[in-house]
């Protein structure tokens, strides 16, 4: 008479009293000749030998060979094995098992189930065109049996550089004569393998990631971008501007109008310079420091210009980053001869029968270029020499004549001022008249 059945694994235990098997396994026979056992819940690790034994009241008996059961998990399928961005993809739900009816088979995307209208209700295939997006962990497993998902299958979809960018470090403002690096940035799958660097459409010489340019120029300003590669194809970065800052150079100073400066008339002085960001503030100068004008006009006009202002001017040019100075613009005011007046040698009295020199001074701007002399009484005017002395030799009293000068330069003329001497012993007048002045044109 059989007074125990029981199933077991390895050790001679029944597996109903076994922890990794106690509430999944039933055991569905009878003490006759059915030994039926229902296991739930199958795990991969229940692949093994099982044993029946039964016990009767004088001895115990085991099933020969035992039963092999072999144990496999749903397994997901990538078809091609290697997915480029662009192509069909399958993947496929495999069993070894026979599933009855029309199972629905449901997929999941990193952990997350995927809504049902992405698959086929009765088929195991989840079809796409791959793109980047679609990387992850896949898994999949039968409805109504969701704790029995596959194990999951990571799908890794190749794909060109996107999303290529250009960063700039430091991303404020760049100064001459700092540093300045630019990297590549971007998303690609293998990882970026290759990296070419253009400055305004044309090929640089580095070939790596970051672009570093230790002594920043101004003529490294420019549009930059950078092209990622990596087998699959490439990438291409927006144009990136760099704007390299610098202080005022080349700084000059212009006249207009740019030939002869007459008194009178009208000049501008203009500072010229080369500066990033633009000036923002010029400085005039004259005679070697003293500040003439301030302010931000780049311009500096004389409206009535005077000989005191022929000088030396120079102008300071400023823009936050520095400043730069023009070299020295001589302004040079020409005006006709003024202030002409004749002086007497000896300056003392003159005796009768000896010698005097006249000389005829002048301030004038080209200087002046001839002197005419003139003697004048009640009966008219004479032209009596020229030259900036006039010698009289032997001078007699009947030589008291009103004696003067004409100044004459490319702007115009003017007469001396009169002085007076005298003889020893008598009184006897030199006369050098005052005269009007004549322009000439």
Not at 81 to 105: D, K, M, N, Y
Not at 155 to 171: E, F, G
Request: hydrophobic share 25%; with cysteine; glycine share 8%.
């Amino acid at each position: 008479t059989v007074e125990t059945t029981f199933w077991f694994v390895e050790e001679t235990v029944d597996l109903a009293e076994t922890p990794e098997y106690k509430g999944r396994v039933e055991y569905r026979g009878n003490k006759e000749h059915d030994c039926t056992l229902r296991v739930r819940d199958l795990r991969e690790s229940d692949s093994k030998t099982y044993v029946f034994r039964f016990i009767t009241d004088t001895n115990s008996y085991y099933s020969k060979g035992g039963f092999t059961l072999s144990v496999t998990d749903l397994q997901v399928e990538v078809n091609p094995a290697t997915v480029t961005e662009g192509q069909r993809v399958t993947l496929t739900c495999r069993t070894t098992c026979i599933l009855s009816g029309s199972p629905t088979f449901i997929w999941y995307k990193n952990k997350n189930k995927l809504p049902l209208s992405t698959t086929n209700l009765y088929n195991n295939d989840l079809q796409f065109t791959a793109s980047s997006e679609d990387s992850g962990s896949y898994s999949c497993g039968v409805r109504d049996h969701d704790n029995l998902s596959s194990p999951a299958v990571t799908l890794h979809v190749r794909y060109a550089p996107k999303i290529t960018s250009v960063s700039v470090n430091p991303s404020g403002g760049i100064v001459e004569g700092s540093a300045v690096t630019l990297t590549c940035n971007s998303d690609g799958n293998p990882p970026v393998q290759s990296y070419t660097w253009y400055k305004n459409r044309a090929i640089t010489s580095s070939l790596k990631q970051s672009y570093t340019i230790k002594e920043v120029k101004p003529s490294d300003s420019g549009e930059y971008y950078c092209e990622a590669g990596n087998g699959i194809g490439t990438g291409r970065s927006p144009y990136e501007h760099l704007d390299v800052q610098y202080a005022p150079k080349s700084t000059s100073v212009s006249v207009s109008p740019s030939g002869r400066i007459v008194e009178g008339g009208s000049v501008t002085l203009t500072c010229n310079s080369d500066a990033n960001p633009p000036v923002q503030s010029y400085t005039w100068y004259k005679n070697r420091g003293t500040i003439s004008w301030r302010g931000s006009k780049q311009s500096y006009t004389i409206k009535e210009v005077k000989p005191s202002d022929s000088g030396e001017y120079y102008c300071e040019a400023g823009n936050g980053i520095g400043t730069g100075r023009s070299p020295y613009e001589h302004l040079d005011v020409q005006y006709a001869p003024k202030s002409t007046s004749v002086s007497v040698s000896p300056s003392g009295g003159i005796v009768e029968g000896g010698a005097v020199t006249l000389t005829c001074s002048s301030n004038a701007n080209p200087p002046v270029q001839r002197y005419t002399w003139f003697k004048k009484n009640d009966t008219g005017v004479w032209q009596i020499g020229s030259g900036q002395s006039l010698n009289i030799s032997n001078f007699r009293s009947f030589n008291s004549r009103q004696y003067y000068c004409e100044a004459e330069n490319n702007y115009g003329a003017q007469n001396s001022t009169a002085v007076t001497k005298t003889t020893k012993g008598e009184n006897l007048h030199l006369m050098v008249a005052i005269c009007a002045s004549a322009g000439i044109q």
